[in-house]
């Protein structure tokens, strides 16, 4: 069964910047595109960003110029860097495929909050 670890998160002020990272397992990474997700509390998981198997990029229109997704597909390895963090992007953030598996990991909760 395919299995997707997240980390990185924590509690950051606005303004402030994390790093999340993803290690997924049991399928050839470097093959797929990846995407990582997010879940603000009262609302639907959504997608934040995806890289292809190619590392073209792309984002949601709300974390351009801010986040960037990167992978090492050697480590099985999923990345966001997240700069310049606004309370709007607390959530609990997941990575996956695109499309997604229907295994999702525990997630790593990011608040942003003074």
């Known amino acids: 069964q395919v299995q997707f670890v997240e980390s990185g998160g924590g509690l950051v002020q606005p303004g402030g910047s994390l790093r999340l990272s993803c290690v997924a397992s049991?399928?050839?990474?470097?093959?797929?595109?990846m995407a990582w997700y997010r879940q603000a509390p009262g609302k639907q998981r959504g997608l934040v960003a995806i890289?292809?198997?190619?590392?073209?990029?792309n984002y949601v229109d709300s974390v351009k110029g801010r986040f960037t997704i990167s992978r090492d597909n050697a480590k099985n390895t999923l990345y966001l860097q997240m700069n310049s963090l606004k309370p709007e992007d607390t959530a609990v953030y997941y990575c996956?495929?695109?499309?997604?598996?229907?295994?999702w990991g525990q997630g790593t909760q990011v608040t942003v909050s003074s």
């Open positions: 890289i292809k198997s190619g590392s073209a990029t």
């Open positions: 996956n495929r695109l499309p997604a598996l229907s295994s």
């Open positions: 049991t399928f050839t990474f470097g093959s797929y595109t």
